[in-house]
């Protein structure tokens, strides 16, 4: 890792806690707006550390970016929470692109760059 890029990821890593200090949730409830503080600090210590032995820049890189777009995706939406991806299970591809490795290259394509972290079910 660069020191260019350990500065960005450590910045982020703060700016996050610091959306999350001011957070105020869409509802206005305060209960609420615990709880999406609370989940901005999680997920953000889980992703974090769950990447901190990272060594390839462009992973790296990539992490970088989709922290960037899920900030600005929360901060629009006043929603903390990730958007759904809604893709039928063998719904990409023609008649003669039907095999699983296919199909399953073309979900990892399709999945928007604010969703890489997330595990699929």
């Not at 790296?60 to 960037?68: A, F, N, P, Y």
């Not at 006043?78 to 699983?100: D, F, T």
Request: glycine content about 4%; hydrophobic content about 35%; some cysteine.
């Amino acid at each position: 890792m660069t020191a260019a890029t350990r500065w960005e990821a450590l910045s982020l890593y703060s700016k996050i806690f610091r959306i999350a200090r001011t957070w105020q949730s869409l509802s206005g409830l305060t209960d609420e707006t615990m709880k999406e503080k609370q989940y901005i600090i999680t997920e953000a210590r889980a992703l974090f550390r769950k990447n901190k032995d990272l060594t390839d820049l462009e992973e790296i890189k990539q992490c970088i970016k989709e922290c960037h777009a899920r900030i600005e995706m929360g901060l629009h939406y006043r929603i903390p929470y990730p958007r759904p991806m809604h893709l039928p299970p063998m719904g990409l591809g023609g008649k003669k692109e039907r095999k699983l490795r296919t199909q399953e290259r073309l979900r990892k394509i399709a999945k928007p760059v604010y969703l890489q972290s997330q595990e699929e079910t």
